[in-house]
DNA sequence: TGGATGACTTACA
DNA sequence: TTGTAAGCCATCC
């Protein structure tokens, strides 16, 4: 059974998709809930196989300093700052204004 | 099998 | 202070 460990991106998905509408979260966060603080770069790299699946909502990660980092990876530049915006966020030049108010840590709202 | 990559983070010079 | 470097862990070729 090499299954012992449940798949990672299916971990980072389940998170993703419990960011509340309006809030961000950031790849650090999101690692660290997981338990690996310092495996930030597989939540990105989790959401970049998170392209197959329609329900995550990517454009709810950002790095952080709460910059769209990963917009490059959405079909259009500017998707991922529609998307915050229209869930009533603010971006300013790629970059989350009020960050730290829309910022959600799931280790903090979610129960481990 | 081993090396390379990745939408990041932190530490040190 | 700014810049460079390494570290983290899983997946891909």
Avoid: C
């Amino acid at each position: 059974m090499k299954q012992d460990k449940v798949n990672f991106y299916d971990m980072v998905y389940q998170v993703v998709k419990l960011i509340p509408e309006g809030r961000v979260s950031t790849y650090g966060a999101i690692a660290a809930y997981l338990g690996s603080k310092g495996s930030a770069r597989m939540v990105g790299w989790a959401m970049n196989a998170s392209h197959q699946q329609e329900n995550i909502p990517a454009h709810r990660v950002v790095n952080r300093f709460g910059m769209l980092t990963g917009k490059s990876h959405f079909p259009d530049s500017s998707t991922m700052r529609r998307l915050l915006e229209k869930e009533g966020a603010t971006i300013e030049q790629d970059q989350i204004k009020d960050f730290e108010r829309v910022f959600w840590d799931p280790a903090k709202h979610l129960i481990p």
